[in-house]
């Protein structure tokens, strides 16, 4: 009967008579390898993921690009529109056409603005580093 645990035990791959050493180094090295490969192919997986994101970032800048070419187009059709509008005063179809942008502009430039007057002088990170001459006073007489 012992020498069937015996045989269970060796094959299992542990030798009889093992220290409890030898059985926690055996351990640690096989959780020290599942590690490494668990982040290898962490690695692995993140690579691909990070590839096909970069793809699909390039199409979508690729596709702002195309979109910014064309928006001189829509402008010139929306003028010319205003053309026929207007019994074919041009010039009063595009000046309309530019005071559109002028307020699309005022009114982004606004909300900058607002956005700008919201931010705060880092008011910890002021203090702190005014405390750090007394501090390393303190440190130095002690």
Excluded: C
């Amino acid at each position: 009967m012992a020498e069937q645990v015996n045989q269970a035990i060796a094959a299992d791959g542990h030798q009889p008579g093992t220290s409890l050493g030898d059985l926690v180094r055996d351990a640690t090295e096989q959780m020290s390898t599942l590690v490494r490969a668990e982040v290898e192919l962490a690695k692995l997986e993140l690579a691909a993921t990070a590839k096909r994101a970069g793809v699909g970032g390039a199409l979508f800048g690729a596709a702002a690009a195309v979109v910014l070419a064309a928006l001189p187009f829509l402008f010139v059709s929306l003028a010319e529109g205003l053309v026929e509008i207007f019994n074919g005063w041009r010039w009063a179809a595009y000046l309309i056409v530019f005071v559109l942008f002028v307020l699309v502009a005022g009114i982004l430039a606004l909300i900058g603005w607002r956005s700008i007057r919201k931010v705060t002088m880092p008011e910890r990170t002021i203090t702190t580093v005014k405390e750090i001459p007394q501090v390393i006073k303190r440190s130095v007489e002690s």
